[in-house]
């Protein structure tokens, strides 16, 4: 298999390269060095095609998991063996002084380097000591400088696109060589610079702030002297190839003495296992799993040497490319994170701590700020001025998730009862009491932390300050020990001075022809007997207080009167669907206890009822329209299930056109493909939340539906859309009833209003989400569930304190599923900073990415997609431009500096850029953007994280007997072995991905057919069999799907099977159909962008 499939023609690495101009080749025994050799590689140094990678004998496969290697200074990862001369990564920084920097034979194992890499001050383990000032020194001493030398060969392209050429060096990405502009053709190597020889390296504070991977320049470890001959494309004088600690070269080994170094080129000698520990050397002068040819296998190409043949003829060296294992590998960083901070819980006493990676399983003590599953920040230290915001270009943003599900070891937040006074707040600005609220003068008043106005603490309220100033009572009150925790709210916080009545659901059942005829109604009627007993309720009460409603509909409306005290269910149509009217209150919404006899009539009469039905045509804002009014009359909030199959066109107040046009994609008219076409349903939602009636939609399409439209009632009221094209109750059933379950129990706030307060110098300006704002400051969600996060955006109204830093304090009020009404309380505390380096080492990637696709999102509804993709770009090389300018120490241009913590801001930035909302695939339909488009907007940073980058799983790779998750894998097709079987998840979709040639004991123990070619491809329920491999996979699979909060539906790809097309989309590490560039061709890019903004 070959990630370049769909590259532009370039030749590839086994065909000659044409010489590049102007450059001087160094010619061997009059043999000039023309063309590139036939090489060995397949593309990108994935499996070459048709050969079975089996590893010699005696040598153990490292890891698939194994990303980058890790970057150190100057001592080793614990726990790992020192290569060679040098500890792994401690390549001697730079030659000597006097030793000219050597290029191995084309063919040598340590084959060609890298182009851009990363990064900067620090070691790649976040939390290694520093390297000593003797270590320091000793680096830069290895080190030279040189002056005007002659450039090096230019690297030629990635295999992407032509290689380029000095005078093309300013090509336009991705069509130029990947390496657009840089200089003398040098590819940029992926740094850990610790400075320059007569740099003073920065001072640093733990933890480090970049992290790096240099590419040996040629891959060459470094002897005490090398004085023999230039090496051919060596050039005269050439520049020293690495910079100072630049890490990620392979293990430096003693070289043989004699022909190999100063003769002729050729291929390697053979390479004997025996030699190293640990990873074997590969072609590409990485570790980890080797690839490429293997001994005892013919080459790709013809000519071409393998890795373990004897020296051949002379043959000049292979192009230059950057090798994926040396750039930033996400499952290195998430495995890293794990290792480091999933032992220890997370305490929230501190201001300003970066929690761990939300990809960590980790326990929270709420010692004073939210736990991270509440709140989550962009950073965590933000700079003290507008100006240095601006510079940095960093988003300020928090993604909140006010109703967050927590474990169960955890404690829910505490309810808090002041009695008819309600809660104590500031009198100016209004925040609620909390643990950084100062109180003085012996405890007779507070200060508030948010304004500063002085307050006075009411009588029933107050208690003596002790020796530091601290309430003696501080640790027995919720709110003045704890970051999260609920206030009772008085009748003041209620609609009209009134308590709220318990909520209401209503379920609103299609029943045209095409619902009755895939057997949707007969299944969800069957299921809803059941579901009934498990609404939500709160803490130990024996049943739910939420009463339940039923409507069907077609092109006109049926009201169900199922009131206990009937012996069957009545029946109203409203046929008048302009004027939309309730035709009875009393027995509409019923205690399901009291009328279950009732209504389980009802449900066993509606199929039979609709059984013949030939109505196809719907109606659907007067669906809506009914069930508000309903709980208008009943005085209630609550929540709508519509179950709809097709786009409303019947004759009705919203009634929709077919607009389906992929004309306009890559347009300027783009846009209006992700607008609803008509203001009607705005106006509705608007109606909707004013009355706290929150809608969830159900969405059993065969053809265009216009999601984007149909959509807009649930995402403004808090609600969620569910979406299954083609449904057939054989395949789907599962995934349906799984989801419907689970949104019927979920618990659920209604009737909501948000607000977030800062502290003076930032302010709350930018919102996404699924609610409405109908002013400047308050989210208004007519529902609100523990999925649901809405994303804030602040931004400098003043000069900020690194003293004091900057506080946020999120408040929910809401109506329980009790008819309880509530506020909910979360606190923040941040740093301030006045140095540009303290914000880069407190940043979060996971939630910059969250927010930067919420913000493209929506972007893509006002601008066209192309402008919206540039300005992502454009955002995220200023960043890292900012970063490299004022932060890292001094190095060549040619070298790609990225933060610690934002290592792998390029990999998810090119993720989000390739998502069908911002690139669709030819398959991807109109409804299908707009329902990715919509769902993002409300994901939490978890979900956009896997989302974004899947979780590629290898199953036979780890002991069966192992009851832990297998190790991660890379998201590219190269990683893929055809003997073995992978799962892929990435929060919505499950592929089983079965390689050609798996053993066929593995193939009866998974499916229960003898060989490959009997398993069914898209195959989407694993048998339930009676063996260890059966119920691990069954059983990881079950644990996938309970982590996420939607039901993911298997599908089973064959390799070389139509079905992989789809399971390829989402290698996102490679390029994509639709255009996408791969993570490396990205990389370069970006380095590239940053270039040319320092210049």
């Known amino acids: 298999m070959n990630v370049n499939q769909s590259a532009a023609p370039v030749p590839p690495f086994g065909q000659p390269q044409p010489i590049y101009p102007g450059y001087h080749q160094s010619n061997y025994g009059g043999q000039p060095g023309t063309t590139a050799p036939p090489t060995s590689y397949g593309a990108y140094n994935g499996p070459v095609p048709g050969y079975q990678q089996t590893l010699p004998q005696g040598v153990s496969r490292a890891p698939p998991s ?232 013919g080459s790709p190409y ?68 939210a736990s991270p599953r509440y709140i989550r920040c962009t950073s965590y230290n933000i700079p003290c001025t507008s100006d240095m915001a601006k510079q940095a270009q960093v988003p300020l943003a928090a993604v909140i998730k006010p109703l967050a599900r927590l474990p169960p070891e955890e404690a829910s937040p505490y309810v808090v009862d002041h009695g008819e006074s309600g809660p104590l707040r500031c009198n100016r600005c209004k925040a609620y009491m909390c643990p950084f609220m100062q109180f003085i003068e012996g405890g007779r008043r507070f200060q508030c932390c948010f304004c500063s106005c002085i307050n006075d603490v009411p009588p029933q309220y107050f208690q003596h300050l002790d020796h530091t100033g601290k309430r003696v009572d501080a640790y027995d009150r919720p709110e003045l020990s704890l970051g999260s925790y609920e206030f009772l709210a008085t009748v003041d916080y209620c609609k009209n001075n009134k308590f709220p009545s318990p909520p209401a659901f209503i379920f609103m059942i299609d029943v045209s022809y095409n619902a009755i005829r895939t057997g949707l109604v007969r299944l969800l009627c069957e299921e809803l007997k059941s579901l009934l007993d498990y609404l939500p309720r709160e803490g130990g009460a024996e049943e739910s207080a939420i009463r339940v409603g039923f409507v069907t509909y077609n092109k006109v409306l049926h009201f169900y009167n199922v009131k206990s005290s009937l012996a069957q269910p009545q029946m109203m149509v409203v046929s008048d669907v302009a004027d939309m009217f309730v035709p009875l209150l009393d027995g509409f919404l019923v205690n399901v206890n009291e009328s279950r006899a009732v209504i389980t009539s009802l449900l066993d009469q509606i199929p039979e009822m609709f059984a013949d039905t030939r109505e196809t045509e719907t109606v659907f804002a007067p669906v809506i329209q009914a069930g508000m009014e309903a709980l208008k009359a009943a005085e209630c909030a609550g929540k709508l299930f519509l179950f709809h199959t097709s786009l409303p066109i019947a004759e009705a107040p919203g009634k929709l056109k077919n607009r389906d046009d992929r004309k306009l994609i890559n347009t300027d008219k783009e846009k209006t493909l992700f607008q609803p076409q008509t203001g009607a349903y705005q106006t509705l939602a608007k109606e909707c939340v004013a009355q706290g009636c929150c809608v969830d939609l159900f969405l059993f399409p065969n053809q265009y539906v216009d999601v984007a439209t149909l959509s807009v009632v649930p ?107 509530r506020l909910r309380i979360h606190n923040l505390a941040l740093n301030c900073c006045t140095l540009l380096a303290d914000l880069y080492r407190n940043c979060e990637t996971d939630t910059l990415i969250n927010y930067m696709a919420k913000f493209a999102y929506r972007g893509v509804l006002n601008s066209p997609v192309k402008s919206v993709r540039d300005t992502l770009i454009t955002q995220c090389a200023q960043i890292l431009a900012c970063y490299r300018k004022n932060c890292a120490s001094p190095s060549s241009a040619g070298q790609l500096i990225l933060p610690e913590c934002m290592k792998l801001l390029p990999v998810y930035l090119n993720c989000v850029l390739k998502s069908d909302v911002l690139q669709p695939g030819a398959e991807v339909t109109t409804d299908d953007r707009a329902y990715v488009r919509q769902l993002v907007t409300s994901m939490d940073v978890a979900e956009t994280n896997v989302f974004f980058y899947p979780r590629l799983l290898p199953l036979t790779k780890s002991p069966i007997e192992s009851t832990t998750e297998p190790p991660a894998i890379r998201a590219s097709e190269e990683r893929l072995s ?41 195959l989407s329920v694993l048998p339930v069999l009676d063996n260890p491999l059966s119920k691990k996979v069954r059983g990881l699979i079950d644990s996938l799907r309970a982590q996420r909060s939607r039901y993911m539906k298997l599908i089973v790809v064959k390799q070389e099977d139509k079905l992989e097309m789809l399971f390829k989309h ?30």
């Open 66 to 297: 194994s990303g980058a290697p890790p970057v150190s200074t100057a001592q080793a990862p614990c726990g790992q063996t020192a290569y060679g001369q040098f500890g792994q990564g401690d390549v001697q920084n730079g030659p000597s002084s006097t030793v000219q920097m050597q290029r191995l034979p084309g063919s040598q194992p340590f084959g060609s380097p890298l182009a851009p890499v990363v990064s900067q001050p620090a070691v790649l383990q976040p939390y290694g000591p520093p390297p000593t000032s003797a270590q320091v020194t000793a680096q830069l001493a290895g080190m030279q400088i040189s002056g005007a030398m002659a450039p090096a060969p230019p690297p030629s392209g990635l295999g992407y696109g032509p290689p380029t050429s000095p005078a093309s060096a300013s090509g336009s990405f991705p069509n130029s060589g990947p390496y657009g502009s840089y200089p003398q053709g040098q590819a940029p190597p992926l740094s850990q610079a610790q400075g320059h020889p007569g740099v003073q390296p920065p001072q640093r504070s733990a933890p480090p702030l970049a992290s790096s991977f240099t590419p040996p320049a040629s891959g060459v470890p470094r002897m005490p002297s090398m004085t023999s001959p230039l090496l051919p494309g060596q050039g005269f004088g050439g520049p020293p190839v690495s910079q100072p600690n630049h890490v990620s070269s392979p293990p430096p080994q003693a070289l043989p003495p004699g022909p190999q170094v100063t003769g002729p080129p050729g291929p390697p000698p053979p390479m004997h296992s025996s030699q190293q520990p640990g990873y074997q050397l590969q072609q590409n002068g990485s570790f980890g799993p080797t690839r490429g040819p293997q001994p005892n296998y």
């Open 302 to 369: 013809p000519g071409a040497p393998t890795f373990g043949s004897q020296p051949g003829p002379p043959q000049p060296l292979p192009p230059k490319r950057l090798d994926p294992d040396a750039i930033p590998s996400p499952i290195q960083v998430i495995e890293d994170d794990r290792n480091n901070r999933g032992s220890e819980p997370f305490v929230t006493g501190v201001r300003g701590q970066v929690p761990p990676l939300v990809t960590t399983s980790f326990l929270v003590k709420d010692q004073g700020n």
């Open 715 to 821: 995402q403004l009221t808090g609600g969620s859309v569910y979406k299954y094209a083609c449904f057939q109750v054989e395949n789907d059933q599962e995934r349906f009833l799984s989801d419907l379950r689970r949104d019927v129990q979920k618990v659920v706030g209604f009737d909501a209003v948000m607000r977030v307060r800062t502290s003076t110098g930032i302010r709350a300006v930018d919102f996404f989400g699924a609610f409405y704002m109908s002013n400047t400051t308050d989210v208004e969600l007519a529902g609100l569930d523990g999925d649901k996060t809405v994303t804030v955006e602040f931004k400098h109204d003043d000069r900020l304190n690194e003293e004091s830093g900057a506080l946020l304090q999120c408040a929910l009020l809401y109506t329980s599923c009790a008819g309880q009404r």
């Open 978 to 1018: 055809n003997g073995d079987i992978y799962l892929l998840e990435n929060g919505l979709n499950l592929f089983l991905w079965v390689g050609a040639s798996v053993q066929q004991g593995v193939v009866q123990s998974l499916f229960n057919v003898p060989s490959f070619s009997q398993i069914t491809s898209g």
């Open 1066 to 1095: 989402f290698l996102v590490e490679d390029k994509s159909l639709s255009g996408g560039a791969s993570y490396v061709d990205f990389l370069c890019h970006m380095h590239k962008e940053i270039r040319q903004l320092l210049s």
